[in-house]
């Protein structure tokens, strides 16, 4: 018995043996399987974005050295030159960016305006982005049919006929703000809003899309400010002693956030003047200036975005956008 002992220890201790390599090695497998999995999952896909670019660092600021490019708080100036459309469009149409276009056709504007607005548009603007044409009127049934391209849609609303035209002009605001909460915010990453006498020409495109953007007045861009036509009426809610830029009404946009902060305020600036019998000198262009004085604009749109062919002096503009249309007012505006 005494010399089977040793035997039998040895054989206890070799299974016991075994069964450690085993584990060790099981369990050095296993560290392994985690480490290259844990690295598998940190890895990059495919499908991941990115880096994400900020595209205002692309700008070109001196490819214009003729015209300001920026401003006093560093927001862009859209030239031509400045900036590639390929990369702006890429990138947006990346990031899924929608783009909601409000447009005012009343009374006689409609029949005098709204198809060539509306069929350059689908020529020139946003293109490759999915657009809503918002189309206020009080004639829904003459909206023009016209062919849309895909993901481009046109929604007709009513609304009501002022006997002024300056009231049609001054009420567009709130009507504006009302289809932000009602529909657009809901649907849409950016809102711009247009006046319908204006035809595009050219490419209107993701350059334009920022937080909050303004467009400069063709008349004024180059004028000091000293000629600027702001209201300088001190009872009125748009009264401004002095400003940055004199901005134009006809085309103004962003996030629509910010688009339906600057339409409610100018609404109550408005509302505020008819209690106290006052109406700024250009009525919601006055309001738009002051909010834009006050909350200052992350991106401005050059005069090549809605650029009047009257004007004689030209030669800042190497490509005209959106211009002017014809402008009949004594036979197309009331009041």
């Known amino acids: 018995m005494t010399g089977l002992f040793p035997l039998t220890m040895s054989k206890h201790d070799g299974i016991l043996c075994c069964l450690l390599m085993v584990t060790l090695g099981f369990t050095s497998l296993y560290s392994r399987y985690l480490e290259n999995t844990i690295q598998m999952v940190n890895l990059p896909t495919e499908q991941e974005p990115r880096h994400s670019i900020n595209l205002d660092n692309t700008l070109n600021l001196g490819a214009r050295p003729a015209v300001q490019t920026s401003t006093s708080w560093n927001a862009p100036i859209i030239w031509e030159g400045m900036f590639d459309p390929n990369l702006f469009d890429q990138k947006h149409i990346e990031e899924k960016s929608s783009v ?5 056709a009343v009374g006689r504007y409609l029949d005098a305006y709204l198809k060539t607005f509306l069929t350059s548009a689908e020529q ?38 002022h006997t002024r035209w300056q009231d049609i002009s001054m009420m567009r605001m709130r009507t504006i703000s009302e289809a932000i909460e009602s529909e657009i915010r809901h649907r849409f990453r950016y809102v711009f ?9 050219g490419r209107f495109g993701s350059e334009a899309l920022g937080d909050s953007v303004a467009l400069l007045h063709a008349h ?13 009426n001190p009872k009125s809610k748009a ?11 006809a085309i103004f946009g962003g996030m629509w956030q910010n688009v339906k902060d600057l339409v409610d305020a100018c609404y109550l600036g408005i509302m505020e003047d008819k209690l106290n019998n006052v109406e700024a000198q250009w009525h919601d262009e006055s309001h738009l200036n002051k909010y834009f ?43």
């Open 193 to 201: 809003c247009f006046d319908v006498d204006q035809e595009f020409k």
């Open 124 to 161: 020139h603007f946003m293109l490759g982005l999915p657009v809503t044409y918002y189309v206020f009127t009080d004639l829904p049934d003459k909206v023009p049919n016209i062919t849309l391209a895909s993901h481009r849609n046109i929604k007709v609303i009513k609304v009501e006929k």
């Open 100 to 104: 909601a276009l409000t447009v005012f």
């Open 220 to 232: 004024y861009y180059k004028l000091p400010q000293a000629r600027f036509t702001y209201d300088r």
């Open 239 to 249: 009264f401004m002693e002095t400003g940055d830029f004199y901005y134009h009404a």
């Open 293 to 335: 004085w006050i909350h200052k604009p992350s991106r401005l749109l050059s005069p090549e975005y809605c650029w009047d062919q009257s004007i004689w002096d030209k030669q800042d503009i190497l490509v005209t956008r959106l211009v002017w249309a014809p402008k009949h007012y004594d036979t197309l505006r009331t009041g």
